[in-house]
């Protein structure tokens, strides 16, 4: 399997949708990601499995004045466990390294444990909580934050 990672497009619409709604138990419209992708503060990233030529993962990152927000990632269904989300938030350091920003924050639910290993695993830590965030079950969110990724400094 080779993935190669590219900005996502209007085309890429349907593919998000559908694996969106094989994530997330309240998925977002295809609005939300349409409107997402046409926003000069978002950078939309997706990762493509160039055997296939198919959208397998996506992530959606919004510019805030002092930080980086992950508002979305998935990886479809049969790509998962193989790396391509650590790998999708690699890329994503690499676009944004830099840009003066203080660093990068999310949500994820307190249940979710695998998620939470993944970010771990890249840096990020637990920040606080976000009590009842989630408007399907009312469960908490946990607040992570990451600090800045810059360029080594030169000798």
């Not at 694996?19 to 997402?36: D, H, L, N, Q, V």
């Not at 992708?37 to 805030?64: F, H, M, Q």
């Not at 508002?71 to 049969?78: G, L, Q, R």
Request: glycine share 6%; aromatic share 10%.
């Amino acid at each position: 399997m080779n993935i190669e990672f590219r900005k996502l497009k209007l085309r890429d619409l349907n593919a998000i949708e559908q694996i969106e709604r094989s994530s997330y138990p309240t998925p977002w419209s295809r609005s939300m990601f349409a409107g997402e992708l046409a926003k000069p503060s978002s950078i939309c990233l997706g990762a493509i499995d160039t055997e296939t030529n198919e959208l397998v993962a996506y992530l959606v990152i919004s510019r805030y004045v002092d930080a980086w927000h992950v508002m979305n990632i998935a990886v479809a269904d049969d790509y998962r466990r193989r790396g391509i989300a650590t790998r999708l938030m690699e890329c994503l350091f690499d676009v944004t390294s830099g840009d003066g920003r203080r660093g990068y924050t999310l949500e994820v639910r307190v249940s979710n444990e695998a998620a939470i290993r993944l970010y771990e695993g890249l840096g990020f830590r637990a920040r606080g909580v976000r009590r009842g965030y989630y408007t399907d079950n009312r469960e908490d969110a946990l607040i992570m934050w990451k600090d800045p990724v810059r360029e080594p400094a030169s000798a």
